[in-house]
């Protein structure tokens, strides 16, 4: 499975952004996908969650800012961020996982390279 992420870049406070990751290599709707971000110096953590059939989960700090959605037919998993804030910053990545539908995750099955979101002050 590759996973390809796209969307990154500047913005400022209360900004938005929607990051892409288009997945190939196997039957996209398989898959539990998600979006996880590192900030510098920070550990990776988890962002958001979104089954084949559309359960989702956020960790609480983008609650109500964020929104994962997919589009099966396009092989394509989405991030919308709005309300950005700096603390937001950070590289972010998608990913993808195998496994029945957990809804909180620390690690998934394939990663794609990160994206960079810079959000200023």
């Known amino acids: 499975v590759q996973l390809q992420a796209s969307g990154g870049g500047w913005v400022q406070t209360g900004g938005s952004l929607r990051l892409s990751c288009e997945v190939s290599?196997?039957?996209?709707?398989?898959?539990?996908m998600g979006w996880f971000r590192q900030a510098p110096g920070k550990e990776r953590e988890f962002v958001s969650a979104?089954?084949?059939?559309?359960?989702?989960n956020y960790v609480d700090s983008v609650k109500g800012r964020f929104t994962i959605s997919r589009d099966n037919a396009k092989n394509t998993v989405y991030l919308q961020m709005n309300s950005l804030k700096p603390e937001d910053t950070a590289v972010y990545y998608c990913a993808a996982d195998g496994s029945r539908w957990q809804g909180v995750y620390n690690h998934m099955d394939y990663w794609g390279k990160g994206t960079l979101v810079t959000v200023s002050s």
């Open positions: 290599g196997r039957t996209f709707t398989g898959y539990v």
């Open positions: 979104i089954s084949w059939n559309g359960y989702t």
